[in-house]
């Protein structure tokens, strides 16, 4: 039980610098909804960080969503940090909006980022990752 209490305390893998149970965690559990695009973002490169899937698959647009996601393979990457360099729209009241972000991680001990321009929709709702355009 305090494993429990200790992984929900630690800061949030996003660096909202938030507790993880008061940040992203309600989202990835289901419990709470995205409700701007950049929480949304914010919550997938958590996901990401901890290889949940089914959040991942659940928060991205079916049009767009690849059905090949490899948890072998999302093992292998160690995503270390997240900085938001921008949004556009993707407040509570829009139902379209882009972030701009930059991802740091690991894969075999060799450092990489990812930079990307994500564009995401409300639907029904709720906020989607629809697509983004990787900056070089």
Partial sequence: M????KMTAAPCPCGS?????QCCQPLLEGTAI?????QLMRSRFSAYSQH???YLQASWHPDTC??????AEMAKVKWLDLRILGSEAGGA???TGSVSFCARFKINGKAGRLQENSRFVRIDGRWL????DIVE
């Fill in 2 to 5: 305090k494993k429990t209490a």
């Fill in 52 to 54: 949940n899937i089914a």
């Fill in 93 to 95: 009241n829009e139902d």
């Fill in 66 to 71: 690849p059905d090949d996601l490899d948890p």
């Fill in 17 to 21: 610098g938030r507790a993880f149970s």
């Fill in 129 to 132: 990752y629809l697509d983004g």
């Fill in 34 to 38: 995205a409700s701007t695009a950049e």
